[in-house]
């Protein structure tokens, strides 16, 4: 039987909030792995999640990231509208904003396979599949994590595990406004530029296509079951 995951399309979402959501599910599934096996509280116990969000405009910097690759002064970032956050996840400095599917999936590794590298991979090959449904290739670049159409970047990516339990994930640019890019040097990587689907192929892109094709090819990649929610996550409303 395969492993069930269920996905919560949180909307657009600060920052903060996103981030505290995440470290309480991830804690959740820790806890739930340290009970003695059959222990499990049913009322309390909860699978796999995914939760699909869009943040405000926001600059994260990995925790071994170089706060230099941040071009603006952070006191200078209200005034285009944007906050800052050093995080706990690995990579340096990236955008999120408006028209961009950030996916943040919170799993088990040590029910699928106990290999970071392999996770990642199946991650930039899900966006990979998903680009392709838009005629779009993707591909990696040797040494560098996210997904690349020639030479720009399309999808960031950053992850944190604890005991093997996922969180962080990656940004999608679909139609986001690449501006707010060149205050920063992406990844901290000199010389190459970001790009989207939308500057790719010349229009805006419906994100819900795009979300229902990310969660396909998720399901196929990872071999497990989907199960989109329809409500906020039951452990997390106060925090939506």
């Known amino acids: 039987m395969k492993r069930r995951v269920d996905v919560f ?32 509280n049913k009322n ?54 408006p028209g961009q599917i950030v996916g943040y999936p919170i799993i088990d590794l ?7 590298h392999r996770y990642l991979r ?6 990979i599949q998903t680009c392709l449904e838009f005629d779009v290739n993707g591909s990696r670049i040797k040494g560098l ?24 994930g990656f940004a999608l640019n679909v139609n986001t406004d690449l501006t707010y890019f060149d205050h920063i040097v992406p990844c901290g990587i000199k010389g190459k530029n970001v790009t989207s689907l939308e500057k790719i192929l010349g229009e805006k892109i419906d994100p819900i296509i795009v979300k229902d094709i990310i969660l396909e090819k998720f399901s196929e990649i990872f071999d497990v079951s989907i199960k989109k929610m329809k409500e906020s996550p039951e452990l997390d409303k106060e925090l939506l």
């Not at 995914?50 to 002064?73: A, I, M, Q, R």
């Not at 199946?122 to 966006?127: G, K, M, Q, R």
Request: proline fraction near 2%; charged fraction near 25%; charge should be negative.
């Open 9 to 40: 399309d949180l909307g657009r979402l600060p920052y903060s909030k996103a981030w505290a959501l995440q470290k309480e599910t991830q804690k959740r599934l820790v806890d739930q792995k340290r009970m003695p096996h059959g222990n499990a």
């Open 44 to 97: 309390n116990f909860i699978q796999d999640q995914f939760f699909f969000t869009e943040h405000p405009h926001v600059y994260t910097l990995g925790k071994s990231g170089n706060s230099s690759n941040l071009l603006k002064k952070i006191s200078e970032l209200n005034t285009i509208n944007a906050e800052f956050f050093e995080t706990d996840r690995g990579g340096d400095i990236t955008y999120h904003g």
């Open 110 to 116: 040590e029910e699928y396979f106990t290999d970071i």
């Open 122 to 127: 199946n991650l930039e090959e899900t966006i």
């Open 145 to 168: 994590t996210g997904v690349w159409v020639n030479d720009e970047k399309i999808c960031a990516m950053g992850i944190r595990c604890s005991r093997w339990v996922t969180m962080h």
